[in-house]
């Protein structure tokens, strides 16, 4: 039964998915802790050190079985959780008890499950950008050819097209995948290092062969899914890392963030909308509003993800020497915050790009209301090779253009610039001619090739790597 008595975390009741609250759940870290026990044993054991096949088998057999109540028990009486855990495990393998957690350090569960968590995050991270990023490229292609208003300062400025624009928010998408790959590439693990990371007490075990230390390093690295492995440590791995891979997560924050602010403004321009449910409420007071409200919702956890990537700097910032453990309780809730909120954040830009409502009438009608500003250099043009002079006909259109204006911001009036223009006697154009010179994806450039160049060169190559990982079931929960 729920208690409504004591705090519960949003993203894990409202916001993220059940593999990332998985992937940060007890039981996931305790048998991650017990497999580096079965794979620091079997290792000792294949390089001389004193322990049974049946010890081993023991280890395997009861990863599992975890009795997290004595667990709980042992930690309040040790004031140490590795500890705790040691017992727990010894309390099913009896036989193993003696060698389990041989030689290593805390750090040696505590650091490498960490790493694990990191690299598996980043894979589920990377699963679901690449299906935020196939929706993505499906909605420019369908798009690429629509001419829409372009804004600078949030003012109208030339035509490009609704497919380029959703390529503007992909590019980010794209660099922040490159981030990626890269982090995960180069994700390493702690290994085998002892209380300093000078491998002391392994030198020991195994009577100062520093080569079979190196190779119980290695192998121990490679049985976690690690071939890269930190030569160089203290008693943890540099928190360097954390750095790393939370400035992935910021990065796709911020391009999440980004795109979601030009949706929120792009539905109040009633041109492109996220889905709306058929029972939605948009406000309790006003039954008419469709807010934005899983756009907003992604500014608001991406504005998260971004604060908690400034943790992991000074964490690592502040460590003293070979380790400090104020690192600890920061690190619990900073990093699986960040990987919670950004699961939530791509989930949501799942649902949202799976079903974008484009208003075609209302893009057109916009771009009609401003684009006689825009094809006046055209009518310029087309004026001279009638026969006109160049610089009266600047003259006249900047003249007709402000009288227009006017119209419209004084008065509400429609733009009844090229009516004034067909009437003007020094324009060399009637209305039907200069009609002709407005059409709209005449004005959008190379838009429609850029996307199709973008697309084909930077975004399929990734998504066909990735293809096993199409397809998506989210539910948002709210």
């Known amino acids: 039964m729920k208690d409504y008595k004591s705090y519960s975390n949003p993203l894990q009741e409202r916001y993220a998915s059940p593999e990332m609250l998985y992937l940060f759940s007890p039981h996931k870290k305790f048998t991650t802790w017990r497999k580096l026990w079965v794979a620091l044993a079997e290792s000792e054991k294949e390089l001389g050190l004193n322990i049974t096949d049946e010890q081993i088998a023991e280890l395997k057999a009861n990863v599992e079985n975890i009795d997290f109540e004595y667990a709980a028990q042992m930690e309040r009486k040790f004031r140490h959780d590795v500890m705790a855990h040691v017992h727990t495990y010894g309390e099913c393998c009896p036989k193993a008890m003696p060698i389990i957690h041989l030689g290593a350090t805390s750090a040696f569960v505590g650091d490498n499950t960490d790493v694990i968590v990191l690299k598996e995050g980043l894979e589920i991270v990377r699963k679901k950008m690449v299906n935020v990023m ?17 804004f600078t300062h949030f003012q109208p400025a030339q035509l490009t097209t609704v497919g380029k ?23 390493r693990f702690r290994g085998v290092k002892g209380t300093t990371g000078t491998q002391a007490s392994f030198l020991h075990l195994f009577e100062g062969n520093h080569a079979k230390v190196r190779t119980l390093d290695e192998t121990v690295s490679k049985k976690m899914g690690f071939d890269k492995v930190l030569t160089i440590t203290g008693q943890t791995y540099t928190r360097k890392q954390d750095t790393r891979v939370l400035a992935v997560l910021a990065a796709i924050a911020e ?26 409420i948009g406000s309790s007071a006003m039954a008419y509003k469709r807010n934005p409200m899983r756009s907003e919702r992604v500014c608001s956890l991406s504005r998260h993800v971004i604060a908690l990537s400034l943790n992991p700097y000074m964490t690592h910032a502040t460590q003293w020497f070979e380790r400090t453990l104020d690192d600890s309780a920061n690190r619990r809730i900073g990093i699986s915050e ?19 409502v484009v208003y075609e009438k209302m893009i057109t009608k916009r771009v009609m209301e401003e684009l006689p500003f825009m094809a006046t250099e055209n009518i310029i043009m087309e004026s001279v090779k009638r026969g006109a002079d160049r610089q009266v006909m600047h003259e006249v259109i900047r003249v007709n253009s402000m009288e227009a204006g006017k119209r419209v911001k004084m008065e509400g009036k429609d733009n009844d610039l090229l ?43 990734v998504i066909e790597k990735y293809e096993k990982f199409l397809g998506m079931d989210v539910d948002i929960k709210v």
């Open 134 to 150: 196939d929706n993505m490229k499906k909605f420019a292609l369908k798009y690429k050819n629509m001419p829409t208003l372009g």
């Open 165 to 187: 624009r959703a390529c503007l928010w992909l590019q980010d998408f794209v660099l922040d995948f490159e981030a990626l790959e890269f982090a995960h590439e180069n994700l």
């Open 255 to 280: 391009s999440a963030h980004k795109m979601a602010t030009d949706l929120r403004l792009l539905a109040n321009l009633k041109e492109i909308e996220e889905p709306f449910e058929k029972n939605q």
């Open 338 to 356: 960040a990987f919670l909120a950004i699961d939530a954040i791509l989930e949501l830009l799942y649902n949202i790009t799976d079903g974008m």
């Open 419 to 461: 009516d004034r223009l067909a009437a003007d006697k020094d324009v060399p154009l009637n209305k039907e001619e200069i009609m002709a010179l407005l059409d709209p994806i005449k004005f959008v450039g190379r838009a429609p090739e850029q996307v199709d160049q973008f697309l084909g060169e930077e975004v399929t190559p």
